[in-house]
């Protein structure tokens, strides 16, 4: 089982809709992402959260909206999607590692979205 | 220029083969380098963390070379369950948050 837990696994939409993709994490991380993967590509990288402040936005529309509540929880909120928003969204969390000071992500399962 | 760059892939290989995996970079400032793996509809998860000196986890071996800013990967003695897509990762410095996947190669490894 991961250990980053997404909530919902599926989620099917209006471009009218409001909704709100969540994630959590109990390692004890103190990063945490948003990544966009569409089929047949890799994954790409929304937002990062260091210490619940916002450290990186990839120049993501306001139609996506993150929100992190505290270390553990993070969310992303959806309004007005466009049918090409549909996606495999991922949430990430990662520790700094000692040896090699590098940031280890682990990924939650994705939640898969439909915008029609 | 793509910032990291894989072999297009498809490789289809017969159980038992040796297979190699090649992946660039451009930025000459990268700190940190991964390798991952990605089953079909799954999360992508870490096989292995890339050091300067290489670095080998059962059959999978690793390898870096800064000068050329080249990643690589080796399977020795391939399984059925190594089908999936590799990507290639890389940080661009230290600590840093800004993680760059590859495209990703696929793998199918055929009884």
């Known amino acids: 089982d991961t250990e980053v837990t997404q909530t919902p696994k599926h989620l099917v939409m209006g471009m009218t809709n409001k909704k709100s993709l969540k994630c959590e994490q109990h390692?004890?991380?103190?990063?945490m992402y948003w990544y966009k993967q569409k089929a047949k590509k890799p994954p790409e990288l929304m937002f990062v959260?260091?210490?619940?402040?916002?450290?990186i936005n990839e120049s993501v529309p306001s139609r996506f909206s993150p929100e992190c509540p505290n270390s553990s929880l993070l969310n992303l909120h959806l309004h007005a999607l466009q049918p090409e928003d549909s996606a495999l969204y991922l949430c990430a969390s990662s520790q700094r590692d000692r040896g090699s000071g590098a940031n280890v992500l682990t990924f939650g399962a994705g939640s898969r979205l439909t915008v029609l | 220029r793509k910032e990291v760059e894989q072999d297009p892939g498809p490789f289809n290989v017969p159980e038992g083969a040796t297979v190699a995996f090649n992946c660039t970079y451009s930025n000459s400032a990268s700190q940190s380098f991964f390798w991952y793996r990605q089953d079909c509809r799954k999360e992508p998860k870490l096989l292995m963390s890339v050091y300067s000196s290489g670095n080998e986890d059962g059959r999978f071996t690793a390898q870096l070379n800064r000068a050329s800013q080249y990643i690589s990967l080796l399977i020795r003695d391939s399984k059925l369950s190594d089908s999936a897509t590799y990507l290639c990762v890389v940080n661009d410095e230290a600590g840093g948050f800004k993680t760059i996947f590859g495209a990703g190669t696929r793998l199918f490894v055929k009884a």
């Open positions: 959260y260091s210490y619940e402040k916002l450290s």
């Open positions: 390692m004890g991380h103190r990063a």
